[in-house]
């Protein structure tokens, strides 16, 4: 029994006190693509009405847009005439100049880290019904779709084979929910290329699809 490691579990919502709001705190630093965006050519522009930011760049026949967290509600009352229900961590929003009748695209990105048993993880489990939140709230203006920011605890119970977990990852695939993680040395670039995958904006999306979860038993 000296070999048994027993790890404490979180209080409250998982956030783990001081400490993990500190890690948090690197671990937004980590995971914030505005560095890759520089990179890649984007100009930094301020909104009319507010001191926040966003990042913009010309590609083609699209207009390529990032709004950090607060931004999107700024970006959607000056540009759109209407608002936003949530502050997601990061948002993206690529917009078909060529045909102006193309729905704009809205990939929404959420920021989850934990580092020991706690109960952020819950919030995975909600992200269908965000997600869903967002089509619903915008209708037929914007295309959505969505995906997490994991960090290295997150994606082990992610790749584990434990049995609600190979759940969240099937119902995952269902809804259409990306899972990137922290600890890839390529995080920048996949976040990116899904960010801003503008042929994307060329897809019919097939519907959801639920099945009974045949081959899982629980």
Not at 57 to 83: A, C, H, P, W
């Amino acid at each position: 029994m000296s070999n048994l490691k027993i790890t404490k579990k979180n209080k409250g919502t998982g956030a783990g006190g001081k400490n993990t709001t500190l890690n948090g705190g690197s671990f937004e630093k980590v995971t914030s693509i505005e560095s890759k965006l520089l990179e890649e050519g984007f100009s930094k522009k301020e909104f009319n009405k507010s001191k926040q930011y966003y990042y913009e760049k010309v590609l083609g026949d699209y207009t390529l847009i990032y709004v950090s967290q607060r931004g999107l509600r700024t970006f959607m009352e000056q540009f759109y005439n209407t608002s936003a229900i949530r502050n997601p961590d990061e948002a993206f929003i690529i917009i078909n100049n060529k045909y102006k009748t193309k729905k704009p695209v809205l990939n929404i990105l959420e920021k989850k880290y934990q580092s020991r048993d706690g109960s952020v993880d819950i919030k995975l489990w909600a992200g269908p019904s965000i997600k869903r939140e967002y089509e619903i709230y915008y209708g037929d203006k914007f295309d959505i779709s969505y995906a997490f920011s994991l960090s290295e605890y997150l994606e082990k119970k992610m790749n584990s084979n434990c049995k609600k977990w190979i759940i969240l990852n099937k119902i995952f695939i269902e809804y259409d929910i990306k899972s990137f993680y922290d600890s890839d040395t390529k995080y920048l670039d996949q976040v990116y290329n899904w960010a801003f995958d503008t042929k994307s904006t060329e897809k019919v999306k097939p519907p959801i699809k639920k099945d009974k979860l045949k081959d899982i038993e629980v």
